[in-house]
């Protein structure tokens, strides 16, 4: 069964920082993409990074490009997502998911980030 | 890197379909087949309902189905049913190889 769990989330200040952490199960890792997607208080999914399989190629949403940076481990089959100079507007639950074809096959269950002061 | 656009909100009665559009531009929706689907509950994980513009994944109700015409892509859900009440995204990827999501439908079975 394909299990992605998201973890270190929490409370942090406005110009912080923190380090998001997602452990993969149940596929080969290492054969897939993987994506940060999040979900600010009662709006909609908004697309954050994503990383090819061999970590070769990182994109970003223009929102988070300079101050996040994602990476992967794949001998520990864990997808990161260092965040830094955080603002208010970067408060979300953030979600990670696999991608297949065009699509995000399977997501983690979210880990909340709030920042506030 | 626009959203693309979607409806706020649609409603059917259980039984009746109902269908929902995703608007974008040749560079994203128009420009590949790479239009996606989700349905999300309260306080839930998105669920992948359509890929590739009309591909259901194994387990997904055939109730749901997907097209798409030139910057337009459909989510048609047939025989409307409680379980279905929801928020609903469209994704695709564009020419810059970033994903777009859709801003969201909520749909309301009456």
């Known amino acids: 069964e394909v299990q992605l769990v998201e973890s270190g989330g929490g409370l942090v200040k406005p110009g912080g920082s923190l380090r998001l952490s997602c452990a993969a199960s149940?596929?080969?890792?290492?054969?897939?993409?993987l994506n940060w997607v999040r979900q600010a208080p009662g709006k909609g999914l908004e697309w954050v990074s994503s990383i090819t399989n061999s970590g070769s190629y990182i994109y970003y949403a223009d929102s988070v490009k300079g101050r996040f940076t994602i990476s992967r481990d794949n001998a520990r089959n864990s997808l990161y997502l260092q965040m830094n100079s955080l603002r208010a507007e970067d408060t979300a639950v953030y979600y990670c998911?696999?991608?297949?074809?065009?699509?995000?096959?399977?997501w983690g269950q979210g880990t909340l980030v709030t920042v506030s002061s | 890197q626009s959203a693309l656009t979607q409806p706020a909100s649609v409603s059917g009665s259980p039984g009746q379909s109902i269908t929902i559009s995703c608007t974008g531009t040749?560079?994203?929706?128009?420009?590949?087949?790479?239009v996606c689907w989700y349905q999300q509950h309260p306080g839930k994980a998105p669920k992948l309902m359509i890929y590739?513009?009309?591909n259901r994944p194994s387990g997904v109700s055939n109730r749901f189905s997907g097209s798409k015409s030139g910057n337009t892509a459909s989510l048609t859900i047939s025989g409307l049913q409680a379980e279905d009440e929801a928020d609903y995204y469209c994704s695709s990827y564009t020419s810059s190889s970033i994903v777009v999501f859709g801003g969201g439908t909520k749909l309301t079975v009456l």
């Open positions: 040749s560079s994203d929706v128009g420009g590949y087949d790479y």
């Open positions: 998911a696999r991608r297949y074809s065009s699509s995000l096959d399977y």
């Open positions: 590739d513009v009309s």
């Open positions: 149940g596929f080969t890792f290492s054969s897939y993409s």
